[in-house]
């Protein structure tokens, strides 16, 4: 394998976490549905999946207290290799 067939590293990770947020790490931006970007302010954050955060589009916990349930887990991709 050369250095050109080796997939570049990614810039950014996104995991579900089960039952709640998807967390994200790295380097990303968070681009509103007009186009604006809005200010992570920092390198690590967890966006919310329950549609009930007072701090859309990220994480305040509400999850937790709405009892919030994701019926089904993503299946890792194995890579190539």
């Given at each position: 394998m050369t250095p050109s067939d080796c997939p570049e590293p990614a810039a950014a990770t996104i995991t579900p976490y089960p039952d709640g947020p998807l967390i994200v790490r790295g380097d990303f931006a968070v681009i509103a549905p007009d186009g604006r970007?809005?200010?992570?302010?920092?390198?690590?954050?967890?966006?919310?999946?329950?549609?009930?955060?007072?701090?859309?589009?990220?994480?305040?916990?509400?999850?937790?207290?709405?009892?919030?349930?994701?019926?089904?887990?993503?299946?890792p991709v194995e890579s190539a290799g």
């Open positions: 970007q809005i200010d992570a302010k920092r390198r690590t954050i967890a966006l919310c999946r329950c549609g009930k955060s007072a701090l859309i589009p990220f994480c305040d916990g509400t999850h937790k207290a709405l009892g919030f349930r994701v019926d089904t887990h993503p299946t």
